[in-house]
């Protein structure tokens, strides 16, 4: 693997583009998309290949879903995951902890292991299993195991946090003679900026490829984050790609590029499909004439709408008209209302590939923002635009 930075905005902003190079090469910012066992859950192989590419490349893996699955001998024979899914192209990235449902548990997390829940009930995973898993999975890239701890803990249970993890970064190191090329290093600390740089500081000391950010979305002061997510990447060096778990509202995410986020792993499209929700707010404000330094937007700014409210039952219209989606492109809202109030799965199934689609155009036009120069404007313009639709709608 290698990570080539190839813009960063000026002015002292840190936002940056760039490429990873792996297998093929994925611009960044980019998106991790969420998976259950491999794959996202309501799109199947054959539709992958109806999103955009290669921004859709990208899956998060839990090692953890695969404990009760397949025997990892099963697995390895197999060819790994790679062959076992049918995805040779894309590239897996593994890490512990469910992407969708819950982390490990803190208070059965012990000085041996991170604690997860199974359907057989709850499993002590040490350093030693999680490898074994990792190496029979065969992934493209795997962060270590972690101690994640929310936002609420004492300062205490935090460094105890931040020790277990370096501890397990080391152990996961010396048992795969290849972590040097591949693996992410993780880095906690919950809301103590001293916890969080110095596990920052310890981790860039490691051979990794790269930093995995845990943390936060459990409860933080959203207005200590910003310090929290500058405080860790202040400590990173430029040249590794650093990637940062369970941000994924719009304004999270250009919260997390403008700290210096390369990658961003989330289960914001699955909450929003499961929710009966479609995205609709615009994407191609990039491209679009400036008035005065401001974006000129006619066409309103509601960031999604909820397809099981009867106003659409008779909504013939597309989600979004510029949108070249399958579901934009063959279907209606009223169709979409139908199903969700039918509890038909190909509802789900149908906004899954919408939203997914749209937001990995959202992260396009952040990598343009970038690379002309233009992202702080973009950021503050979108926000500005979310606030004000919000506070309409309030009144």
């Keep these: 693997m290698r990570f080539v930075v190839t813009k960063v905005c000026g002015g002292g902003g840190k936002a940056r583009a760039g490429v990873l190079h792996i297998g093929g090469g994925i611009e960044t910012p980019a998106l991790l998309l969420s998976t259950r066992k491999g794959l996202p859950s309501f799109v199947s192989c054959d539709l992958l290949a109806s999103l955009p590419l290669p921004d859709s490349l990208l899956l998060h893996v839990c090692p953890t879903h695969f404990i009760e699955g397949p025997p ?9 995951l790679h062959r076992m899914l049918g995805l040779p192209d894309h590239i897996l990235v593994a890490a512990a902890g469910d992407s969708i449902e819950s982390l490990p548990s803190s208070e059965a997390t012990n000085k041996f292991g ?8 709850r499993r002590l995973v040490k350093p030693s299993d999680y490898m074994e898993l990792v190496s029979c ?21 935090n460094k105890t946090s931040v020790d277990r993890t370096l501890r397990w970064l080391d152990a996961c190191i010396a048992l795969d003679a290849a972590a040097g090329a591949n693996s992410f290093g993780f880095i906690v600390g919950g809301s103590s900026i001293e916890q969080r740089r110095l596990c920052a500081t ?15 979305g459990l409860g933080d002061d959203i207005e200590e984050r910003c310090s929290l997510l500058n405080a860790v990447t202040d400590c990173l060096p430029p040249e590794k790609p650093r990637l940062v778990s369970r941000l994924g509202l719009p304004e999270e995410v250009l919260e997390g590029v403008a700290a210096g986020i390369d990658l961003f792993d989330s289960t914001y499209i699955y909450q929003l499909t499961m929710g009966g929700f479609a995205l609709i707010f615009p994407v191609d404000m990039v491209g679009r004439e400036m008035q005065n ?6 066409g309103g700014d509601s960031t999604k709408i909820n397809l099981r409210a009867t106003t659409y039952r008779k909504d013939t219209s597309r989600l979004v008209d510029s949108c070249s989606c399958f579901t934009c492109q063959n279907h209606t809202r009223a169709y979409l209302n139908h199903l ?5 799965m190909l509802a789900q199934i149908l906004l899954e590939i919408h939203n997914t689609h749209h937001y990995l155009r959202f992260f396009r036009s952040i ?17 500005k635009k979310r606030r004000a639709h919000i506070t309409a709608a309030v009144l």
């Excluded at 969700?340 to 038909?344: D, G, R």
């Excluded at 990598?367 to 926000?383: H, K, L, M, P, T």
Aim: aromatic share 12%.
């Design 202 to 216: 310890e981790v860039a000391k490691r051979n990794v490829s790269g930093f995995w950010i845990g943390g936060f």
């Design 367 to 383: 990598r343009e923002a970038i690379n002309v120069g233009e992202f702080d404007v973009f950021r503050q313009q979108f926000v």
């Design 72 to 80: 990892m001998k099963t697995i390895s024979n197999i060819g790994g």
């Design 137 to 157: 999975m065969k992934p493209n890239l795997w962060a270590s195991l972690a101690d994640e701890v929310p936002a609420w803990v004492t300062e205490k249970r």
């Design 340 to 344: 969700l109030n039918v509890h038909e």
């Design 114 to 121: 991170a604690s997860f829940d199974t359907p057989s009930g």
């Design 293 to 298: 330094g401001l974006f000129n937007n006619d």
